[in-house]
């Protein structure tokens, strides 16, 4: 189906290059074909378009193809990717090799979407070769001959791509810029694609570090009880044995507890719980190997009825009941404006300790522990203990 699709969609193309029919000879079907494919492609590679410049270098008969995609605003390299093939090329390729090779491209301010040669901007052979373009990479590296097209994308993103050719070679032809021009449309849309992936992304690259600060352990499951993904709080129940994976699925404590907790999963992953916001199972089980009783509660995701299998489904939360959470000073104080000392005896209270134990752990009279406490019940807005427990732990991630 997808290859028939894209034969169609170079076919309805071809009558775009409506200025000859030297144009729809020199790109044959299977050539745009695999081109179309190999740009659609591209956003997904681990190293982005990298299939595509190796279809592009056969495609024009060049040595060297590369691309560059960021946004022009921003003046850190890191901001952007840079990706090409080609053995000069390669054997180059480093930070120190593209910015100033970048601060030379005579490749800018190009219309969006046109293909233009090197010889259509510095037509001058003589300046050409008294360049420092040409002393340092294109004489160096054996280039002669290049291409260069922009494609503007969305929020300013724009991929620039570039080819070339030897001395021994020629110039790029008409109907080869022509061949160029003919994919930018499917480039624009590629670069919206890629543009969507980086941003969700940079959301799971969030969440994941938000999900690592919680002291609660969370693992993500899909609609067959399959683990997804785990926090560090998680990672860590594994690791000590708490909890077990086999087979990519989640198990704890002993056959009964491993089936009863199958069947919460079963349950939760099911449409109709997902339709019922709020809805959670629980279960306690005993862990193996001598460690403490873990809490497990479970919650269904809101999931569409689109057929798409392997999304999140369940969120099951473990923690042990018995052991008390640390909950992090510095973050304390800088939430309720507190003391050091006041922060440290706030973060003790909320783990358990009455007043007595805080002061022997931090080697201060009982007096003074509570001094401190009618300081951070001012600070805080509460009257009571208990109170003051709530909103720390409510406000505060546990580490």
């Known amino acids: 189906m997808r290859v028939s699709l894209l034969a169609f969609v170079a076919k309805m193309q071809r009558p775009l290059a409506s200025v000859g029919s030297d144009v729809a000879r020199s790109t044959t079907i299977p050539d745009f074909e695999e081109l179309l494919e190999s740009i659609y492609e591209g956003p997904f590679e681990d190293r982005p378009w990298r299939s595509f410049l190796e279809v592009v270098q056969r495609a024009l008969g060049a040595t060297t193809a590369g691309i560059i995609v960021w946004r022009p605003e921003e003046t850190e390299r890191g901001g952007g990717l840079i990706e090409t093939v080609g053995e000069e090329w390669l054997a180059r390729s480093s930070d120190t090799f593209f910015e100033t090779y970048l601060a030379l491209d005579p490749f800018v301010d ?94 799971h690259a969030l969440y994941e570090g938000v999900m690592d600060q919680i002291a609660t352990g969370m693992v993500l499951l899909d609609e067959s009880g399959r683990v997804l993904q785990l926090n560090r709080a998680a990672r860590d129940l594994v690791q000590e044995g708490s909890l077990q994976i086999r087979d990519g699925m989640l198990e704890v404590g002993n056959s009964a507890a491993a089936e009863e907790l199958r069947g919460l999963i079963q349950r939760a992953g099911s449409a109709e719980e997902a339709r019922k916001p709020g809805v959670m199972s629980a279960l306690r089980v005993e862990a193996q ?52 000392t006041e922060a440290s005896v706030c973060s003790l209270l909320a783990q358990g300790s009455n007043a007595d134990e805080v002061a022997s752990r931090l080697g201060v009279s009982v007096h003074t522990v509570r001094a401190h406490i009618r300081s951070i019940f001012k600070k805080t807005g509460v009257s009571k203990q208990t109170e003051l427990i709530r909103r720390v732990l409510k406000s505060v991630p546990s580490g």
């Open 110 to 203: 190009l219309p969006a979407g046109l293909p233009v040669t090197f010889d259509e901007l510095v037509p001058d052979t003589g300046r050409l070769v008294a360049s420092e373009l040409h002393a340092q990479y294109m004489q160096p590296m054996g280039i002669r001959y290049a291409l260069g097209v922009d494609v503007r994308g969305p929020s300013g993103l724009e991929l620039r791509l570039r080819a070339a050719r030897p001395q021994r070679s020629h110039d790029f032809r008409d109907d080869e810029k022509r061949k160029c021009e003919r994919l930018v449309p499917h480039i624009e849309r590629a670069l919206k694609i890629f543009a969507k992936i980086r941003r969700l992304e940079s959301r």
């Open 289 to 340: 190997g001598g460690h403490p009783p873990l809490s497990l509660l479970l919650r269904p995701l809101p999931t569409r009825s689109d057929g798409v299998a392997g999304r999140p489904s369940v969120t099951v939360f473990i923690s042990k009941p018995e052991e008390r959470q640390s909950i992090p000073p510095e973050i304390i104080r800088k939430i309720f404006g507190l003391t050091k």
